[in-house]
């Protein structure tokens, strides 16, 4: 059975902190890895990682994925109040995997003033 | 303008109730998801479609049902067998079904079955 599994599952900065989240994953045939945001309901795309060792960044968000050792950070310079979400991590798989995404429980961030 | 969209926001349903929640999309999308959001567990998988007239199970189907008539549309029905029904529901598409595939997410549907 497929298994993703992100840390911590809350966290509470202020702003101008920096963060990492994680996420590690258990699959068989694994092919992606996508990070999202969550706010107050639909959760928006942020990164899909493929390769390893690549880093992917846009603004004060950036992701790397590190194939060997199964997992993925996710991070975030300079905090704003803007950035508190659920931060959602989820895995693409081939084989009987296929067409479906495994989700992991999410990280909640919350970003004080 | 282009995008997923979940109706209603917000359903309130009685104990043994059936109920539909209507997904809608005009992104020309193949593959279609349905999830179940409860606190703490992040998003589990309901049914999916990887293209019209065609679905399968996820890893929590049991409970629910699905149609996929048509390439825009995939509804859920929550039937009284579902245990523990309230909860936050989202609608999601693809271009294609695939893990390289971004998925596309509705605005959602709270369900609170009493």
């Known amino acids: 059975e497929d298994k993703v599994v992100q840390s911590p599952l809350s966290l509470v900065v202020h702003e101008g902190d920096t963060v990492t989240l994680n996420c590690s994953y258990e699959?068989?045939?694994?092919?992606?890895l996508l990070w999202y945001k969550q706010e107050k309901k639909a959760p928006t795309f942020l990164f899909m990682l493929t390769s390893s060792g690549i880093e992917k960044k846009s603004g004060r968000l950036s992701s790397i994925l590190d194939k060997k050792e199964l997992f993925s950070i996710l991070n975030i310079t300079a905090t704003q109040t803007g950035d508190s979400a659920i931060y959602l991590c989820a895995v693409g798989a081939g084989g009987t995997s296929y067409g479906k995404l495994t989700f992991g429980q999410g990280t909640i961030l919350t970003v004080h003033p | 303008d282009g995008g997923i969209t979940q109706s209603p926001k917000y359903l309130f349903r009685k104990e043994g109730q059936n109920v539909t929640l209507s997904c809608e999309q005009n992104l020309n999308h193949d593959a279609m998801y349905w999830y179940r959001q409860d606190p703490g567990q992040g998003l589990r998988l309901i049914y999916y479609?990887?293209?019209?007239?065609?679905?399968q199970k996820g890893d929590i189907a049991e409970g629910y049902s699905v149609s996929r008539e048509k390439k825009e549309s995939f509804p859920l029905t929550v039937t009284s067998a579902q245990k523990n029904p309230t909860a936050f529901y989202l609608c999601a598409s693809s271009p294609v079904a695939g893990p390289t595939s971004r998925q596309y997410f509705g605005p959602g549907t709270r369900l609170t079955v009493t």
């Open positions: 699959v068989t045939n694994f092919r992606s």
């Open positions: 479609s990887q293209i019209v007239n065609d679905f």
